[in-house]
């Protein structure tokens, strides 16, 4: 299947891989890439640039497909080595960029200059706007669907994806529920050129996290996310579990007075501990509500081998065959 995605990053099917802290390593961007998609490799995960160099040299070794690595600017006490990650994407031979959160604005001039595709997510379509404008390749528009951060604006994808699609000139994947075949195919004729898919890939034997936590999205269903630090306006879409909840209560005695110091115990440090340990309440992590079409763990490979069959029969037979049926009477 060709679109301008898949032309742009010279990859074989229109399917990302999103970024996800302690997630996107090199097990799961090769696996995505060899399997035809693009892989993408969490920059912030890796603490160092130092160790962003060692973990796309690792990806190295496992693909010769292209890869992108994820950037996401977002606000914090001390801000990260922006400069010092970007040299060591550009130094580790790697072209393509996902960046998130705020404008990529400031660090344009130096990913083009290195010879960077970019491709920013964004959850509004005038920041989309904003990052062509700016001079970014491509886009992810982010349905309030999504795992992690949804914006502000509570839009869900069959009205964003199209909006989107009237307004932008450089193309752009649907972000937020994408799980299957019926997923790209719904992407495809609502203007996109191509699906992003995170909490899916989470759930594939490659993705390098602790059983415990497939196992969690196996057993959870499309209702058991919550919305947080929505008084912050830093909502952010997570899986339920007992340390939510209490995060939840402290949102509603706290009222508009909430600071993040307040849930400091159910959103620091929460990641490794899930990821790694397995600790499912440890706090607060992102889940989209595609979780409640997901029903196995396979491969990567065979996730987009059956994604893209899917799509390919709901094409040539479901949609082509509806043109040509007689009308009933």
Same mark, same amino acid.
């Given at each position: 299947?060709?679109? $301008?995605?898949?032309?742009?990053?010279?990859?074989?099917?229109?399917?990302?891989?999103?970024?996800?802290?302690?997630?996107?390593?090199?097990?799961?961007?090769?696996?995505?890439?060899?399997?035809? %998609?693009?892989?993408?490799?969490?920059?912030?995960?890796?603490?160092?640039?130092?160790?962003?160099?060692?973990?796309?040299?690792?990806?190295?070794?496992?693909?010769?497909?292209?890869?992108?690595?994820?950037?996401?600017?977002?606000?914090?006490?001390?801000?990260?080595?922006?400069?010092?990650?970007?040299?060591?994407?550009?130094?580790?031979?790697?072209?393509?960029?996902?960046?998130?959160?705020?404008?990529?604005?400031?660090?344009?001039?130096?990913?083009?200059?290195?010879?960077?595709?970019?491709?920013?997510?964004?959850?509004?379509?005038?920041?989309?706007?904003?990052?062509?404008?700016?001079?970014?390749?491509?886009?992810?528009? /982010?349905?309030?669907?999504?795992? #992690?951060?949804?914006?502000?604006?509570?839009?869900?994808?069959?009205?964003?994806?199209?909006?989107?699609?009237?307004?932008?000139?450089?193309?752009?994947?649907?972000?937020?529920?994408?799980?299957? %075949?019926?997923?790209?195919?719904?992407?495809?004729?609502? %203007?996109?050129?191509?699906?992003?898919?995170?909490?899916?890939?989470?759930?594939?034997? !490659?993705?390098?996290?602790?059983?415990?936590?497939?196992?969690?999205?196996?057993?959870?269903?499309?209702?058991?996310?919550?919305?947080?630090?929505?008084?912050?306006?830093?909502?952010?879409?997570?899986?339920?579990?007992?340390?939510?909840?209490?995060?939840?209560?402290?949102?509603?005695?706290? #009222?508009?007075?909430?600071?993040?110091? /307040?849930?400091?115990?159910?959103?620091?440090?929460?990641?490794?501990?899930?990821?790694?340990?397995?600790?499912? /309440?440890? #706090?607060?992590?992102?889940?989209?509500?595609?979780?409640?079409?997901?029903?196995?763990?396979?491969?990567?490979?065979?996730?987009?081998?059956?994604?893209?069959? !899917?799509?390919?029969?709901?094409?040539?037979? $479901?949609?082509? %065959?509806?043109?040509?049926?007689?009308?009933?009477?």
């Amino acid at each position: 299947m060709r679109t $301008r995605i898949t032309q742009l990053f010279g990859i074989e099917h229109p399917i990302m891989q999103g970024g996800m802290h302690f997630v996107g390593l090199a097990e799961l961007a090769a696996a995505v890439s060899n399997a035809g %998609g693009l892989g993408v490799i969490t920059g912030l995960t890796q603490r160092t640039p130092e160790l962003l160099a060692r973990e796309i040299a690792r990806c190295r070794d496992m693909t010769d497909r292209p890869f992108g690595v994820n950037l996401t600017f977002l606000p914090t006490f001390s801000t990260p080595p922006y400069p010092e990650y970007i040299q060591a994407i550009a130094e580790g031979g790697v072209r393509i960029v996902e960046t998130a959160g705020r404008s990529p604005e400031a660090y344009m001039p130096a990913l083009k200059e290195a010879g960077m595709t970019v491709i920013h997510k964004c959850t509004s379509v005038r920041h989309a706007l904003k990052a062509e404008s700016i001079g970014c390749d491509a886009v992810s528009v /982010d349905g309030f669907e999504c795992g #992690g951060h949804p914006g502000e604006d509570d839009i869900p994808n069959m009205i964003l994806q199209p909006i989107a699609a009237d307004r932008l000139r450089i193309p752009f994947v649907a972000s937020g529920g994408m799980a299957d %075949g019926r997923s790209l195919v719904a992407a495809l004729a609502l %203007g996109a050129e191509g699906i992003n898919m995170g909490t899916r890939f989470l759930a594939t034997l !490659e993705a390098p996290v602790h059983a415990n936590v497939k196992q969690a999205l196996l057993e959870a269903t499309e209702t058991d996310t919550r919305l947080i630090m929505r008084s912050l306006r830093n909502t952010e879409r997570v899986l339920n579990n007992a340390n939510v909840a209490r995060l939840i209560e402290i949102e509603r005695e706290r #009222g508009d007075s909430l600071t993040i110091a /307040d849930i400091h115990d159910q959103v620091a440090g929460v990641y490794p501990k899930v990821m790694i340990d397995g600790n499912m /309440d440890a #706090g607060a992590w992102s889940c989209g509500m595609v979780v409640g079409l997901i029903h196995d763990i396979p491969a990567v490979a065979v996730l987009i081998e059956r994604i893209m069959a !899917e799509a390919s029969t709901l094409i040539r037979e $479901r949609l082509i %065959g509806l043109l040509d049926s007689e009308p009933t009477q």
